[in-house]
C-alpha cells in the first residue's frame, strides 16, 4: 500500500504502516524594504496609488514604509485617510511633530499597530514608538525617532531613547529600520553613526528634499540624510510658494494650501541580509508624475 499527499509544502509519504515526512524549506536570501519619504496631501495619496502597486510587482518589495505625518492637507494624520494608504499597499506608516494635528488621530492611534510616532515623546504619550512586523516568516523591527535640534516640541534624547529601543528590538530581530524624523543634518548624521553597527538603516525624514549622501556602512547599516517626499514638486514643501512667500517676507498669516502641478516620488530601497540585518543594497528612488 502506497499513499502520497501534500499538506502545506510538506510531502507525506505512507508505506504500510510507516510514514516518511519529506519538508523542503525555501531560504529567504534577501528582503527588500520600500521607505518613501513624507507624503504630503491628495497630491501625494494619489502619487502612492498610481505608482506603487506596479513598483511592489516589478521590484519584488517585501515591505513598504512611508513617513504619513503630512497626509492629510500636509499637516497630520486622519483615520480614513490612513487606511486609504494601507489599502494602497503601504504597510507600516511612521509619523513626526505632525502627528497631532488632526484630533481623530487619538481615536487609533493606540490600537492601530500599523501606525507608529516618535519614540522619544514624553512618557504618558498615546500611541507606540515602535513595532515589530512580519513579511513572510521574516520579523522587522520599525523605529520612530524625533530630533530635537530646530523642532519645537517637547521629546526627550533621541539618542538615548534609540540605543533602548534598538536593543529592545534586537531581542527579536536582527532587522531594524529606523525613521529619524528631523530638522538638522548634524543631528541625522549622528545617528546614523550610533546606529551604524546596530540597525539595518537610519534614514532621514521631515525636511521633504531628497538628499543624495545613500551610503552602507561597513559595520551594517544604511544611512540617508533624507529621502525626501511624495507630494507637489513645483512647491515649497509641498505647499504653494506664493503662500509661503507671504507668510516669510510679510510675517502674514497664509492659509497652508498645497501647491497644483507635477508630483515627484521620493523614497529610497533597501535590500538587506534577513539573517544578520545587514544592508546590502541602498538607493534613492525618484519619479515625476
Known amino acids: ?16 504502516y510507516l510514514i516518511h515526512l519529506q519538508i523542503t524549506v525555501k531560504l529567504v536570501d534577501h528582503l527588500k524594504i520600500l521607505f518613501l ?8 495619496r494619489k502619487a ?15 515591505m513598504v514604509i512611508a513617513n ?44 492601530e499597530e500599523r501606525l507608529i510616532r516618535p519614540a522619544n515623546f514624553p512618557s ?12 513572510g516568516n521574516i520579523q522587522v523591527a520599525v523605529i520612530n525617532l524625533l530630533g530635537r535640534v530646530f523642532v519645537p516640541l517637547p521629546c526627550d534624547c533621541p539618542f538615548t531613547v534609540a540605543l533602548r529601543e534598538v536593543e ?10 529606523v525613521d529619524f524624523h528631523a530638522e538638522a543634518t548634524s543631528e541625522k548624521l549622528a545617528m ?19 538628499t543624495a549622501d545613500e551610503r552602507i556602512y561597513p559595520q551594517k547599516a ?11 514638486y513645483y512647491s515649497v514643501l509641498g505647499l504653494d510658494p506664493e503662500k509661503a512667500l507671504q507668510k516669510l517676507i510679510y510675517g502674514l498669516p497664509a492659509s497652508p494650501d498645497l501647491a497644483p502641478g507635477k508630483v515627484i516620488f521620493n523614497g529610497v530601497l533597501l535590500k538587506l541580509d534577513p539573517y544578520s540585518g545587514k544592508a546590502l543594497e541602498f538607493s534613492r528612488v525618484s519619479h515625476f508624475i
Not at 500500500?1 to 504500510?16: D, F, H, P, S
Not at 480614513?80 to 497631532?100: C, K, Q, R
Request: glycine share 14%; with cysteine; net charge positive.
Open 48 to 62: 502612492v496609488q498610481k505608482l506603487l502597486p506596479g513598483m511592489k510587482e516589478e521590484q519584488k518589495i517585501d
Open 168 to 177: 529592545n528590538a534586537l531581542k527579536i530581530t536582527p532587522n531594524i529600520i
Open 124 to 135: 504618558g504619550i498615546p500611541g507606540r514608538g515602535m513595532g515589530i512586523y512580519k513579511t
Open 192 to 210: 546614523g553613526w550610533l546606529l551604524k553597527d546596530k540597525v539595518s538603516a537610519v534614514i532621514g525624514t521631515h525636511t521633504h528634499v531628497q
Open 68 to 111: 504619513g505625518e503630512n497626509i492629510a492637507g500636509g499637516f497630520g494624520i486622519t483615520p480614513p485617510l490612513m487606511y486609504e494608504l494601507f489599502n494602497a499597499g503601504i504597510d507600516v506608516l511612521t509619523s513626526g511633530n505632525h502627528i497631532w494635528n488632526k484630533k481623530e488621530i487619538f481615536q487609533v492611534i493606540s490600537a
Open 222 to 232: 544604511a544611512y540617508i540624510t533624507d529621502a525626501g517626499m511624495v507630494g507637489p
Open 1 to 16: 500500500m502506497y499513499k502520497q499527499c501534500r499538506i502545506n509544502n510538506a510531502v507525506l509519504e505512507v508505506t504500510g
Open 37 to 44: 519619504g513624507d507624503i504630503v496631501g491628495r497630491p501625494g
